[in-house]
């Protein structure tokens, strides 16, 4: 699944547990008549990726849907859904961060040069 949009937040990377699991979330908004706020997260390796990123840029985030559920100590079963990206591209130009092609969806590619 892609999500394209500008960001909006980028989180610190937080550590978990004696293995140090790592995480770090950030907020993409879409560009449509209702504009959506989508949080992702990054785990492990791919929090690094956001390292080349800022506030304000638009990208396109390719994530897969994650759930799991948990069963609290009163017994109680929760759903938890996340969307981990593994690749965000940049799309204002530039060099995209993890070496897949850059889609440039802003630039006009229609002129009428003949070369």
């Known amino acids: 699944m892609e999500i394209t949009g500008k960001i909006k937040q980028i989180g610190e990377t937080q550590t ?3 293995n140090g699991f790592r995480k770090r979330e950030f907020v993409i908004t879409t560009d449509e008549k209702y504009p959506q706020h989508i949080p992702l997260e990054c785990v492990q390796d791919k929090v690094d990726l956001l390292n080349n990123f800022k506030v304000g840029q638009v990208v396109k985030a390719t994530v897969n849907v994650q759930g799991r559920e948990w069963t609290n100590p009163q017994g109680e079963v929760k759903h938890f859904l996340s969307l981990q990206a593994w690749s965000i ?3 204002e130009g530039g060099t995209p961060v993890d070496g897949g092609s850059d889609i440039n969806s802003f630039k006009d590619t229609n002129d ?3 070369f």
């Open 89 to 91: 591209n940049l799309l």
């Open 16 to 18: 978990f547990g004696a």
């Open 112 to 114: 009428d040069l003949p």
